[in-house]
């Protein structure tokens, strides 16, 4: 099974990330030192994809509390907590990204004579975990699917959004290995072309064919008979199942409940919030309209023309068939099936 992609990279004091606005044309790695510039990277989307987001942000602590430890040894743990806060504010939708930052404040708030080593060691855990998660899932899912078909994903949920291997995708790389998978659908993900970009890419480098619709085409291939499961990935899931994803996901699942095609939620449990009962009360990012009227800094829309630009929707626990995590799997999702998958060791 094909796995080449690791775009976020620490080495030695700095991190790299794989600067994903200029895929599939440049591979180029941008090294990091400074925490601000971190936080930047994220809300610009160099790096992207919740549980990716979640990575970059732990790394983002170690970096920010070499700093703060350098240069205010006696009083760093109070020093560095505009940084958490600037990082935490970067994107608001995936819960990932507060969940890694929960955990990297645990450890500034332990007493130990190390913490730089100790920080480090938590964001190379989150790093790690996340990988060894959708590996997992990557099985899970891949059980679901009973027999060969074709599949249809949206927005990119591979190894560039996840610490490797990916959530959706990774179920996408894992049942196509299995022979599970006639075809791949990957409709192309405006205004940031994730899947035309992103997925495209990704599964091209690892050998999966890939074929590319615009998402208007999601419902006349359904009606057609060409997919038998839509598969995307999470950035937030309520206690009660609902989800939300990018911008979109929602009306490929009321279209897949028409056409009687199945409808799987891939994310790990970092991904799930109890905290937020349903998915009404998920803060959606409200991002630029330059984002709709504009391809690649050039203008595609009639002078005058505005734009909304919501970048992610909400789809209820009512039309999604599978939500799969590290934990297992969540058939008919409910709250009390979401609370008790939750709790499992
Ligand atoms: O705006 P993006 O590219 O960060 O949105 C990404 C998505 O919506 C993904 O589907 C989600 O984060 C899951 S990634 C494993």
Redesign the pocket.
């Known amino acids: 099974m094909q796995d080449s992609i690791r775009a976020i990279q620490w080495d030695g004091d700095v991190l790299k990330l794989l600067d994903q606005r200029l895929l599939p044309h440049q591979e180029i790695y941008i090294e990091y030192r400074d925490v601000g510039a971190i936080a930047e990277a994220i809300q610009d989307?160099v790096v992207?994809?919740?549980?990716a987001?979640g990575i970059t942000a732990a790394y983002g602590v170690v970096l920010a509390a070499k700093h703060h430890l350098e240069k205010s040894p006696d009083n760093w743990r109070t020093t560095i907590q505009a940084d958490l806060d600037t990082l935490a504010r970067s994107?608001p939708t995936?819960v990932n990204l507060m969940w890694a930052i929960e955990r990297m404040r645990r450890v500034i708030t332990q007493a130990s004579a190390e913490p730089l080593n100790d920080l480090l060691r938590e964001a190379k855990r989150i790093h790690e975990d996340d990988i060894a998660a959708n590996k997992a899932m990557g099985e899970f899912g891949a059980q679901l699917i009973e027999t060969p078909c074709g599949v249809l994903t949206?927005?990119?949920?591979g190894s560039l959004?996840?610490g490797g291997y990916?959530?959706?995708l990774g179920v996408i790389r894992s049942a196509y290995a299995a022979d599970k998978i006639t075809a791949v659908y990957a409709d192309e993900t405006r205004p940031?072309l994730?899947g035309a970009r992103l997925t495209a890419w990704e599964l091209a480098k690892d050998q999966i064919p890939v074929t590319l619709i615009v998402e208007g085409a999601a419902s006349h291939l359904m009606k057609q008979g060409k997919v038998a499961w839509v598969i995307?990935?999470?950035?937030r899931i309520a206690a009660n199942g609902d989800v939300a994803?990018?911008i979109g996901t929602y009306q490929l699942a009321v279209s897949a409940k028409y056409h009687d095609v199945k409808f799987m939620v891939v994310?790990p449990t970092s991904t799930v919030d109890l905290n937020i009962a349903g998915g009404d009360d998920i803060p959606i990012e409200a991002r630029s309209p330059q984002e709709v009227l504009n391809i690649s800094g050039q203008a595609i829309a009639a002078n005058g023309a505005q734009a909304w630009n919501p970048?992610?929707d909400v789809t209820p626990a009512a039309l999604i068939d599978a939500i799969v995590t590290e934990k297992g799997v969540v058939l008919q999702p409910t709250t009390g099936k979401m609370l008790a998958m939750m709790e499992k060791s």
Do not use: L, Y
Not at 48 to 51: C, E, K, T, V
Not at 232 to 235: E, T, Y
């Open positions: 989307m992207r994809g919740a549980p987001i994107r995936a949206h927005c990119n949920t959004a996840t990916g959530t959706a940031w994730q995307v990935g999470s950035d994803n990018k994310a970048a992610f």
